[in-house]
């Protein structure tokens, strides 16, 4: 025996919860703003922090967020990681600094008074 509402009624009514906020779309045009970086988006230093992210977010969608949210957004729905910058600085030169080690390094261990103690 049928109860009301039939077959109609076992089908599923979607995703549960609440709608996302941000469509696909809006999405892709979020992830190509941040591939631009942070400079092409008028902050100095080209690193993302999440408040930056969130800024960005809002400027190009008008959908504001919250900077802990967005963690989850980038990580989750974009499929970004947490990347720590590297500490070295760009005037680095390694061959100077190689030519150093090998030639005068040696020489300020052999001098009077460059002991470690």
């Given amino acids: 025996m049928w109860r009301q509402g039939g077959r109609a009624a076992l089908r599923g009514k979607g995703r549960a919860g609440r709608p996302r ?12 703003a941040l591939k631009k ?9 080209d690193l993302w ?13 008008g959908v504001s967020y919250h ?10 729905q974009l ?6 910058p590297s500490r070295r600085a760009t005037e ?3 061959k100077a600094i190689e030519q ?11 001098e009077p008074g ?3 103690r």
């Fill in 21 to 32: 906020k941000l469509s696909p779309a809006q999405l892709r045009k979020v992830e190509k």
């Fill in 67 to 76: 900077p802990g949210y967005v963690w989850y957004l980038l990580r989750k």
């Fill in 114 to 116: 460059a002991s470690t």
């Fill in 92 to 94: 680095r030169d390694d």
């Fill in 49 to 61: 922090t999440l408040p930056r992210a969130a800024k960005v977010i809002e400027q190009v969608t």
């Fill in 79 to 84: 499929g970004w990681s947490w990347q720590r």
């Fill in 100 to 110: 150093w080690v090998k030639e005068r390094w040696p020489q300020l261990k052999k």
């Fill in 37 to 45: 970086g942070a400079e092409a988006n008028g902050y100095t230093g």
